[in-house]
């Protein structure tokens, strides 16, 4: 091979390895998360509004466990759950907004049109909100052991009770995503995400289970929030249970999965719209 030919192979250009799909929701999750970091004041408010309830709840109901039967410990640890969850359904929408804002200023577009994996696109702000919630989780937890909160599982419970409340965080923030491809639109994003507030009064929400009757309690049965708050206030009130903890995990994964399918299908449409 003479001296012309290794020049001319040198000019070439080396065809570069794709990005995996990790990779790309890695960058992309980074990203969100950075932007949020930029607007404090966005992920404040979920924080507070949990926080506040939850001082209300214990300073007015504090006494409930005394004569509510079968809460099975301090009502502080049936009561907090209750907290987490909220902060769940009102933090979910965060990093939708900021998939509204890509939408609104044509960077989601542009990215549509790269090699980028189209399920990084819609995980990425799955997780970056399943990343701001478990901080907010881990700050409600944080106010109720200075309240006085004795988890009966100790220090993994706790870790328990946060996991459990982003896996859930994780199912509303899919559908916030597919509301926010569907609407472009940030106040519809922003409402998508009190949909579920309903849900939360379709539970046993300030009584056991075993306490509600009628038609509310074959909703409470078929609402996957009740299985959530079951085992976190089983974790924190009474122990290990594995059947609970385990109930929940398989109803938080059916509505991630489920939220996940609606978010592929609002892509799908915009990228036909488009």
């Known amino acids: 091979m003479n001296t012309k030919t290794l020049d ?8 570069k390895k ?8 890695y960058l ?26 939850l001082v209300i709840y214990q300073s007015t109901l504090g ?23 909220s902060g769940s359904l009102s933090g979910s929408g965060i990093a939708a907004q900021n998939l509204v804002r890509d939408i609104e200023r044509g960077y989601f577009d542009k990215l549509l049109l790269t090699p980028v994996h189209r399920a990084a696109l819609l995980l990425a702000p799955i997780l970056a909100g399943a990343v701001i919630l478990g901080v907010q989780a881990a700050i409600v937890v944080a106010v109720g052991l200075l309240l ?3 988890p009966a599982t100790g220090f993994l419970g706790l870790l328990a009770v946060v996991g459990l409340g982003v896996l859930l965080g994780i199912g509303f923030a899919g559908f916030t995503v597919s509301a926010a491809l569907g609407s472009g639109s940030a106040a519809a994003t922003q409402g998508a995400s009190f949909l579920f507030f309903p849900l939360t009064f379709l539970a046993p929400t300030f009584v056991p289970l075993a306490l ?25 009130n009474k122990g290990w249970d594995g059947n609970a903890i385990s109930t929940s995990i398989l109803a938080c994964l059916a509505l991630a999965v489920a939220m996940y399918a609606l978010a592929v299908f609002a892509l799908s449409v915009r990228t036909r719209r488009n």
């Open 63 to 85: 006494k409930a466990a005394g004569f509510i039967p079968g809460i099975g410990g301090s009502y502080l640890g049936f009561i907090l759950p209750l907290s987490i969850v």
């Open 8 to 15: 001319i192979a040198a000019s070439r250009p080396v065809a």
């Open 28 to 53: 992309l999750v980074v990203r969100s998360l950075t932007s949020l970091l930029r607007t404090p004041e966005a992920l404040l408010p979920p924080i507070a509004i949990s926080i506040f309830f």
């Open 18 to 25: 794709p990005l995996s799909l990790p990779v790309h929701i």
């Open 148 to 150: 006085g909160l004795q």
């Open 212 to 236: 509600l009757s009628g038609w509310l309690e074959v909703a409470a049965k078929l609402n996957p929030i009740t299985y959530v708050l079951e085992a976190m206030r089983a974790l924190l």
